[in-house]
């Protein structure tokens, strides 16, 4: 992809993908094969493990949608941007951080993930 925008785009497009094909399809499409995620609540590796982490997600948040919360800053092989997750149109429930490091394909290798706002009991 040769927009960083149209990446993070479409790696949130794979947190929202409910059917699991579609989101299999989108996880091969943005990550390599090998790449990792690593937030405080999970750290996987690979498209399966990925695709199972976003799985178990959407169950825990079932019809919610993640969105950017705003522009992407990006230098090098490096991006960081904000998502939000809650009702489309309202106040998100849960807001994030997330640094992606992206491969010489374009695609990502490796997100840190952070939460800034969890209401509690999630």
Not at 9 to 26: P, Q
Not at 93 to 115: P, T
Request: glycine share 10%; no cysteine.
């Amino acid at each position: 992809m040769s927009d960083i925008n149209e990446l993070v785009d479409r790696y949130l497009d794979a947190w929202n993908a409910t059917d699991a094909d579609r989101r299999a399809e989108l996880v091969a499409e943005v990550f390599t094969e090998d790449a990792e995620y690593v937030d405080p609540l999970a750290a996987v590796r690979g498209h399966a493990e990925l695709a199972a982490t976003i799985a178990a997600v959407q169950g825990q948040f079932a019809g919610l949608e993640f969105s950017r919360g705003g522009a992407v800053d990006a230098h090098h092989n490096i991006a960081r941007f904000t998502w939000n997750l809650g009702q489309p149109g309202a106040e998100p429930l849960i807001v994030g951080f997330d640094v992606a490091e992206l491969a010489a394909d374009g695609r990502i290798v490796r997100v840190n993930g952070f939460l800034d706002k969890v209401p509690a009991g999630a």
